[in-house]
């Protein structure tokens, strides 16, 4: 029944060597978002994918770029992870194309620790 | 722009007391959503419920309860005989449009003891 599935649930990597997160979904959903959430801290969006069209919130680093190589996957890449950059990685997918709104499900996210 | 204030940091209760989290929102948009999400210890956001802005009716579930009051911008969130396994982060959240992404309060964080 899984509908949001991220992989691996904990990642550690150094100081600047690249990881990527990926996350998958069955729900068939059209919009995938990247949120990073630091300790004791509310989720922060950092992009979100509309089908193919990406869309990036002006203070996300460039050192955080995103792939949706097809509507089931979306791959976060860190480039150049720094200690700042340890944080859990949540993907959330939604469905848009309907008057009636519909949530966004979250999947249960990345832990992510640069040393 | 779009604003979700959760004054209360950390609550503690006592099991089977009632808790109520509070959540204050700012939007120019008379068109929006509120939603409450539970963060448990192993991270997952676990949805709760959605309200749209046209819709001021309060709705239960079970122990929880909602009250979405638009004069006062609030919608907050009330746990009846609260137990252990509510304890979590809990973070109210705002959204614009149907496709616009969450904006989040910063999150409660409840504890319930046995």
């Known amino acids: 029944d899984a509908m949001v599935i991220q992989n691996p649930r904990y990642q550690v990597t150094q100081f600047g060597k690249p990881v990527t997160l990926s996350c998958s979904q069955t729900l068939n959903h059209n919009v995938m978002y990247w949120y990073q959430q630091k300790s004791s801290q509310a989720p922060k969006l950092l992009f979100h994918y509309y089908d193919k069209d990406f869309n990036n919130e002006a203070d996300t680093p460039d050192n955080f770029q995103s792939r949706r190589p097809n509507t089931s996957f979306c791959f976060l890449d860190i480039r150049s992870p720094g200690l700042g950059d340890t944080a859990m990685y949540l993907c959330?997918?939604?469905?848009?194309?309907?008057?009636?709104?519909?949530?966004?499900?979250f999947g249960p996210g990345t832990r992510l620790t640069v040393t | 722009a779009q604003k979700v204030t959760q004054a209360q940091t950390e609550i503690s209760v006592v099991e089977k007391e009632d808790v109520t989290l509070d959540c204050v929102y700012e939007?120019?948009?008379?068109?929006?959503?509120l939603f409450w999400y539970k963060q448990p210890p192993s991270g997952e956001l676990v949805f709760l419920i959605r309200r749209n802005s046209f819709d001021e009716q309060n709705e239960i579930s079970g122990r929880y309860s909602w009250n979405f009051q638009k004069s006062t911008s609030s919608f907050n969130f009330t746990i009846t005989a609260s137990q252990v396994v509510d304890s979590a982060v809990y973070f109210c959240a705002l959204s614009v449009s149907g496709n616009t992404p969450l904006v989040f309060g910063k999150g409660t964080r409840l504890s319930v003891i046995a």
């Open positions: 959330a997918t939604s469905r848009s194309g309907t008057l009636r709104f519909v949530e966004q499900y």
């Open positions: 939007t120019r948009d008379t068109t929006y959503y």
